[in-house]
């Protein structure tokens, strides 16, 4: 009998860690995709040319995207959305991650 509950119990924590595999797995895809569609809006961009003759900003934009992306860390590794993120438009470093369809360019 005792075999049985270790068994038992070996089978529902083997499923739990599957499932949080799938998660970790959804949620570096969500990662990758945000990261690819960043990456080629900075290709996009020379952004050396514009910081030289725009460095203001350059800077303001850069600082921004930063803060937008340390949200998007906090978000990745559990942070809730606030009210204001789920009324708002979605984040632009990491829009999959918001529950609607809304894409920002």
């Given amino acids: 009998a005792e075999n049985n509950e270790v068994i038992e119990q070996q089978t529902h924590d083997l499923k739990k860690i599957?499932?949080?595999?799938?998660?970790?797995?959804?949620t570096n895809a969500k990662l990758q995709a945000d990261k690819d569609n960043?990456?080629?809006?900075?290709?996009?961009?020379?952004?050396?040319?514009?910081?030289?003759?725009?460095?203001?900003?350059?800077?303001k934009i850069i600082n921004k995207a930063s803060d937008s992306a340390v949200r998007c860390m906090e978000i990745a590794s559990g942070s809730p959305l606030t009210e204001e993120?789920?009324?708002?438009?979605?984040?632009?470093?990491?829009?999959?991650?918001?529950?609607?369809?809304t894409t920002v360019e």
């Fill in 18 to 26: 599957r499932s949080t595999l799938e998660d970790l797995e959804d």
């Fill in 38 to 59: 960043l990456s080629n809006r900075l290709n996009k961009h020379d952004i050396g040319n514009l910081a030289e003759n725009k460095p203001g900003l350059v800077e």
């Fill in 85 to 101: 993120e789920l009324n708002g438009s979605p984040n632009r470093e990491c829009p999959s991650f918001w529950p609607s369809d």
